[in-house]
């Protein structure tokens, strides 16, 4: 296998010396800046926010809620430690000063009582997720009424298309309507070679 295909085979759970490898490309890719900068945008936060990110990788978009929603609180969840020590690195202002709660933990099996939120997000991890039906009904959960969630996706496959992008977009809207969020919208990124899809419903 190539050095380039083991890398990208770390996104889904990085780890070790070649999943730190990973974070730093996530952390340093200048379009995976712009997708999880223009999530956060969408988001639309207010200064008091509970926010959650879901698979928050090496904390990017972490930095940006914690600016954006500067007197409210941040979590970050992800299944990697390698990833949650960048994040953490990342964030070291507002990790010890108990804004930005980073938990090393699966949405797959999340422990009760976590939420309510007020915003809900992920970037670049919905492909990874293995039952999304049940993963945005967990989402769902996780919000309080009239709580928004945006899910970012881009396609990394081999000969990546914008219909792929809308599919995905399409499954996920369907997986929301079920989980009983209202007002969905998809939103596009113009990105190369094919613009990254933004999901974005609210909790009735
Ligand atoms: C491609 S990375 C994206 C990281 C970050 N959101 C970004 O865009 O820079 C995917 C991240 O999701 C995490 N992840 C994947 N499946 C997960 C799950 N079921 N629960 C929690 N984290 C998960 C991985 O560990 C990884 O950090």
Request: hydrophobic share 45%; glycine share 8%; with cysteine.
């Amino acid at each position: 296998m190539s050095l380039r295909k083991t890398i990208v085979g770390q996104f889904k759970n990085p780890h070790g010396w070649l999943g730190s490898i990973a974070g730093w490309i996530m952390a340093n890719r200048r379009s995976n800046r712009q997708r999880n900068l223009w999530t956060v945008d969408l988001l639309q936060l207010k200064p008091d926010d509970r926010i959650i990110e879901i698979g928050c990788g090496p904390g990017l978009a972490l930095e940006a809620c914690l600016a954006q929603a500067a007197a409210g609180e941040v979590v970050g969840l992800d299944h990697s430690r390698t990833m949650l020590d960048q994040a953490r690195v990342r964030n070291a202002g507002a990790s010890s000063d108990g804004r930005l709660q980073l938990r090393l933990e699966s949405l797959d099996e999340l422990p009760p009582g976590l939420g309510p939120f007020d915003k809900l997000y992920s970037a670049n991890v919905v492909q990874f997720l293995p039952d999304r039906a049940a993963a945005f009904r967990k989402i769902h959960a996780l919000l309080k009424p009239n709580g928004i969630a945006a899910t970012t996706y881009m396609p990394r496959s081999k000969n990546p298309s914008r219909a792929e992008a809308l599919a995905m977009a399409d499954e996920i809207e369907g997986h929301m309507k079920v989980a009983g969020f209202v007002g969905i919208r998809i939103e596009e990124l113009p990105l190369r070679p094919v613009p990254a899809v933004c999901i974005i419903g609210e909790h009735a």
